[in-house]
């Protein structure tokens, strides 16, 4: 695991408000740490620095990996994950309640390698929305 400098990992949370930059759930009231994760991972040559850094929640952390690329589920072609620093939240993703709609094949591609519409994530966020804190 490669070690981030205390003071980038502060500019990325920062920068994140607090948020997991892939699903958006707030790191208020996780009771697990979010992590600072490479974008391009490190063992494909991705560098630890502010461009290619983001806060991920656990699961989304976890889930994601060292993938790059996933099936978007529509078109059954390989497409890009979302891409935090280089790419628009609100243009591949769109919150219908509590279900995240992939808007793009990345989108799509990424809600599905993420699985950010399990049945445990989709109770989280009615428990965020009746907290106040979903949507974010």
Not at 45 to 66: F, Y
Request: glycine fraction near 6%; charge should be positive; hydrophobic fraction near 35%.
């Amino acid at each position: 695991m490669t070690r981030v400098p205390a003071t980038l990992k502060s500019q990325v949370e920062e920068r994140a408000a607090g948020k997991c930059e892939y699903c958006r759930l707030s790191q208020v009231g996780q009771e697990a740490r979010f992590h600072i994760d490479h974008i391009l991972p490190t063992k494909l040559g991705g560098p630890t620095t502010a461009d290619n850094l983001c806060l991920a929640c656990v699961s989304c952390s976890l889930r994601k990996g060292a993938k790059t690329h996933a099936e978007d589920p529509i078109t059954c072609a390989l497409a890009c994950l979302f891409h935090p620093r280089q790419d628009k939240w609100s243009q591949h993703f769109q919150w219908q309640g509590c279900v995240l709609h992939g808007l793009t094949p990345s989108g799509r591609a990424t809600i599905e390698a993420l699985s950010l519409n399990r049945p445990l994530i989709i109770e989280i966020r009615k428990e965020e929305e009746w907290r106040g804190r979903h949507p974010p």
